[in-house]
């Protein structure tokens, strides 16, 4: 599978390794092996088939179809497709989780405890 | 297609020949009602948010009924878990087991009386021997005081190809189970047909008469049973 062809779509290949921060402003493919934390406010990151990552995740949005350990505190919406192996805290407004996807955390959804708090 | 037939059947064998249980999606996954949910309903119907632990196979329908209702859901799928070959090990007399302590040191994590509700579902019947008395142990400490949990064990009529389930909570007292699948062989034969091979999912590990399930929770306050027509005894549990 290979990422969207977009303008403002940033990718790491499968033979890249990574190890560090990452941050950015425009949205993120890693099919490679990216260990360290990654910061994407108000952008997406997609972990493809390949990807395996350690790190924090802080993103609008975040999608993972590969291994991904680590928190992940995104603001808008968390998919995990059904080859996802997630390990790690979950922290999202919305979350879709396909049939076979593996979790092994925390799911909490923040807009319903703010809104909440709110009231 | 005999082979079909078989499956179908058995995929009935290990749950109910009642009218409370129904195929859907093909033989794939079955509805059953069970009255320890709808016990345990009672609990997160409450406004107060919940802690819930669920140690079953990952269920995108539990999070979403959960996290719907405002609880905190955490999932653990233990068996998979059990399934790391570096937790194997040999007791004082040689014999294979699976070592508890690393299996401890490396899953249920929590700081103690974290959870109101732990699902266990079908766990300590298809959980390794060794890992059985000390997973039930920490999930006792994990529990708050009158925190619940859920756990279903087969009776001696389910027989021992019973498959193993994923649950997902549907309604507050139907669950749909999902057979577990550990994985699927593709190979091409010799008239260039493609074969799918399925290997079974967990094998039940053995069989818990009552009072083998009253010493199992003999830590835990009370204990209720709930008898079903499909060779599955709930068993809900407070601490």
Redo the contacts between chains.
């Keep these: 599978m290979s990422a969207p062809l977009t303008t403002n779509l940033a990718q790491i290949g499968k033979s890249v390794v990574i190890k560090g921060e990452l941050s950015g402003s425009e949205d993120l493919y890693i099919d490679g092996q990216v260990e360290g934390t990654i910061a994407l406010k108000g952008n997406s990151l997609t972990v493809g088939p390949n990807g395996q990552v350690k790190a924090s995740v802080e993103a609008k949005g975040v999608v993972v179809q590969g291994k991904l350990e680590g928190n992940v505190q995104a603001s808008d919406r968390v998919e995990l497709r059904k080859s996802a192996v997630v390990n790690g805290d979950i922290s999202t407004q919305r979350i879709s989780i396909e049939e076979g996807a593996y979790l092994k955390g925390k799911v909490d959804i923040q807009g319903r405890a703010e809104k909440a708090a709110g009231k | 297609m005999a082979s079909v037939s078989q499956n179908f059947m058995k995929l009935f064998r290990g749950s109910s020949s009642g009218s409370e249980t129904t195929a859907t999606q093909g033989s794939q996954k079955l509805t059953r009602r069970s009255s320890g949910l709808g016990e345990l309903a009672r609990v997160w119907d409450s406004e107060t ?1 919940l802690c819930i632990l669920d140690v079953g196979s ?1 269920s ?1 329908a539990n ?2 009924y959960f ?1 719907e209702r ?1 609880h ?6 233990l068996l ?2 059990s399934t790391d070959p570096g937790l194997a090990t040999k007791d004082e007399e040689g014999k294979p087991i699976l070592d508890s302590r690393k299996f401890l040191a490396e899953n249920l994590v929590y700081p103690a009386a974290q959870f109101d509700v732990v699902l266990c579902w079908n766990l300590p019947d298809y959980l390794d021997e060794s890992l059985v008395r000390p997973v039930m142990g920490r999930l006792w400490s994990v529990l708050k005081p009158q925190g619940m949990l859920l756990a279903f064990f087969h009776t001696k009529d389910a027989g021992p190809d019973s498959p193993c389930y994923r649950f997902h909570i549907i309604e507050k007292d139907v669950l749909e189970m999902q057979r577990i699948v550990l994985k699927r062989e593709s190979r091409r034969g010799p008239t260039g047909a493609v074969h799918t091979a399925v290997s079974d999912g967990f094998q039940l590990q053995r069989v818990f008469n009552n009072r083998h399930i009253e010493t199992l929770f003999r830590d835990f306050a009370s204990i209720k049973f709930f008898l079903a027509r499909d060779n599955v005894r709930e068993v809900l549990v407070v601490r």
């Design positions: 948010p990952t995108p999070i979403r996290t405002g905190r859901i955490y999932s653990e799928d998979v878990s």
